[in-house]
């Protein structure tokens, strides 16, 4: 049972324009989510968290937004850069289990 | 400050081999928890380590083990390896033990098992 889904597996994006990546979570019970992006040969790098008593979180071009009613979250880049092309992964955490990750999103920025 | 370090990064095993992985902790970090990236399944958690006590497990079988160390360095062992255990293995550290916290992960170790 995949309790956090990252439906797109890849986007293409222009540069200069907006990216919005998708997460959805099935477990109500989930409190605390995290963006991290990933380079090859690199590990995962965090990028932006929020939690539930939250609907938004803004780190200069970054901005996450959390829908509670629906289970939802998104990551929007603005503008979107070449150097942003990575594999994005969402993970989500009840506050005391360990980070339960999606399958990850490419993003390729388009010059 | 100094990163988490994994090593090494790079083997490769045959079928029925044994493994040792290592991973060095930020200092000061106490918690270690380690990851299993596969094409195609994201980040799949093996288990977590936190002053030396194995607190969370996650979905592997048993041939997957792990410990930690007093200076909270890590290593997780894989034995009898299969094809499908041909993997990137990360490793990642945090001051507390898991949750609400943020990860720092390593480089990783890929291993691939002819």
């Known amino acids: 049972d995949q309790q956090v889904k990252q439906n797109s597996p890849s986007l293409s994006v222009q540069e200069g324009r907006i990216s919005i990546l998708n997460c959805d979570y099935t477990?109500?019970?989930?409190?605390?989510f995290l963006w991290y992006k990933k380079y090859p040969a690199e590990g995962p790098t965090f990028l932006i968290s929020i939690s539930s008593i939250k609907d938004k979180n803004e780190d200069g071009r970054f901005t996450v937004f959390l829908n509670k009613s629906a289970k939802h979250l998104s990551l929007h880049i603005v503008p979107s850069q070449p150097g942003d092309s990575a594999v994005y992964f969402c993970a989500a955490s009840d506050g005391n289990t360990p980070l339960v990750f999606g399958k990850g999103t490419r993003l390729s920025v388009i010059a | 400050k100094a990163g988490v370090t994994q090593t090494p990064r790079y083997l490769i095993k045959t079928r029925g081999q044994q493994v040792t992985l290592s991973c060095s902790p930020i200092s000061g970090h106490r918690s270690v928890s380690w990851y299993q990236q596969t094409p195609g399944q994201g980040l799949q958690f093996l288990f977590e380590y936190f002053s030396e006590t194995q607190r969370n497990k996650g979905n592997f079988p048993g041939r997957f083990s792990g410990r930690q160390f007093s200076n909270s360095r890590s290593e997780m062992n894989v034995s009898t390896l299969e094809l499908g255990d041909s993997a990137l293995y990360l490793c990642?550290?945090?001051?507390?033990?898991?949750?609400?916290?943020?990860?720092?992960f390593g480089a990783g170790s890929r291993l691939t098992v002819l």
């Open positions: 990642a550290s945090s001051s507390q033990a898991s949750g609400a916290n943020v990860l720092t």
């Open positions: 477990n109500s019970m989930f409190d605390y």
